[in-house]
Nanobody
């Protein structure tokens, strides 16, 4: 059973930054594509970003391009989402998701493509 925990959420003012972490427990993430999704109140789950198992390929939603950066830690147990220039519309619960990589460059930001999910961490952007 894959388990991982998201952390790093909180309240931040518009224009501020947060770094979310997705940490695996008891296994390494190096053979998985890892993605971040978010869900705002009353809205569907939106794909934000994904990093391939090889770390050579990433993909971002248009709404976060140039502001968010996804990366992996060298210990292969943690994936980060650095969020800069945050906007009120970034307010949501952010979820980490994992899927065994079909090939080393596999990436996706479609929720249906991921079988393993964390519990989420709340991000609120407000003045």
């Amino acid at each position: 059973q894959l388990e991982f925990v998201e952390s790093g959420g909180g309240l931040v003012q518009p224009g501020g930054s947060l770094r979310l972490s997705c940490t695996a427990s008891g296994f390494t993430l190096d053979s998985y594509a890892i993605a971040w999704f978010r869900q705002a109140p009353g809205k569907g789950r939106e794909g934000v970003s994904c990093i391939s198992s090889s770390t050579h390929k990433t993909v971002y939603a248009d709404s976060v391009k140039g502001r968010f950066t996804i990366s992996r830690d060298n210990d292969k147990t943690t994936v980060y989402l650095q969020m800069n220039s945050l906007k009120p519309e970034d307010t949501a619960v952010y979820y980490c998701a994992a899927q065994p990589a079909f090939y080393s460059e596999y990436v996706s930001i479609e929720a249906a493509d991921f079988g393993y999910w964390g519990q989420g961490t709340q991000v609120t952007v407000s003045s």
